[in-house]
């Protein structure tokens, strides 16, 4: 960690025009946090992000965690959780929430047997979302589900992402750009269908020559910096503030991340001037 933070001296500008409307996912840090998580949480504060999505305290007991995130000025405000939870312990997702002092709660993946995902699972997935997302609303929580890329197969005359978006009466989406376009959609034009659904955005772009499939799988080496993929990241975030999407959270799974996030920052900082 100590080299790492030698190359972040290098890399980092310490006041972002999107502070706070652009946070980070945590997962884009696993590997770090295995090895120290006060550090971890240091080099995020020092690219200048405030605001965090995670869920975890990697170990550590949630007071001194707390005491970690205040000391670097970050606010967990969405939390991942379960599928399973959500479906059958919906209070244990609501007091991680509240643990952390999160708004949203969002759900990255629906459990599925050899990439079986039809309109059977899509309709027991939007059934088990807008229940519990109902609990939740009743605790002040808003429930984005993460579409992952099996979503977007064809149904009718759309996808079965257009089943949920259409069926969610009681929780709302997390747009992952990257798994999005990775299963065949237009994140843009996701978007523009749908400017009510969008909560939480997850900013990621992908290597270019990249075909993608509907397996909700890819290696993370695709993952690139931001503007210099295939994916339109400036129309989705311009998008965004124009739909007044309140988070957007880079995600990074790259074994690259320490050197990448703080160039898409730069990328976005660089939007801010056009």
Not at 73 to 82: H, I
Request: hydrophobic residues 40%; aromatic residues 10%; negative net charge.
């Amino acid at each position: 960690m100590k080299k790492l933070l030698i190359v972040l001296g290098i890399l980092v500008f310490t006041s972002p025009i999107f502070a706070q409307e652009v946070g980070l996912q945590l997962y884009s840090l696993r590997d770090q946090f295995k090895e120290d998580v006060p550090g971890t949480l240091q080099v995020i504060k020092d690219w200048g992000i405030t605001k965090i999505e995670g869920g975890g305290t990697y170990d550590l007991p949630m007071k001194e965690f707390e005491a970690l995130l205040k000391k670097n000025n970050l606010e967990v405000v969405s939390v991942g959780a379960d599928f399973g939870d959500l479906e059958n312990d919906v209070q244990k997702v609501i007091n991680n929430a509240k643990s952390f002092g999160a708004k949203y709660v969002m759900c990255a993946w629906v459990p599925h047997d050899n990439n079986k995902w039809d309109l059977e699972e899509t309709q027991h997935a939007t059934e088990v979302f807008n229940k519990a997302g109902k609990q939740l609303k009743k605790n002040g929580l808003t429930l984005a589900y993460h579409a992952h890329g099996y979503e977007f197969r064809p149904y009718k005359d759309g996808t079965l992402f257009d089943y949920m978006a259409q069926n969610a009466t009681d929780f709302t989406f997390e747009l992952d750009v990257y798994w999005a376009q990775h299963g065949g959609a237009d994140p843009l034009a996701l978007m523009k269908k749908y400017p009510d659904k969008f909560s939480l955005m997850h900013l990621k772009d992908m290597e270019k020559g990249v075909k993608g499939n509907n397996t909700g799988h890819e290696d993370v080496e695709t993952n690139v910096v931001l503007g210099t993929g295939q994916i339109d990241i400036a129309g989705t975030v311009a998008e965004a503030k124009k739909l007044g999407i309140e988070y957007m959270f880079i995600e990074d799974e790259s074994s690259r991340v320490v050197e990448q996030v703080p160039q898409s920052l730069e990328f976005l900082n660089g939007l801010e001037d056009q």
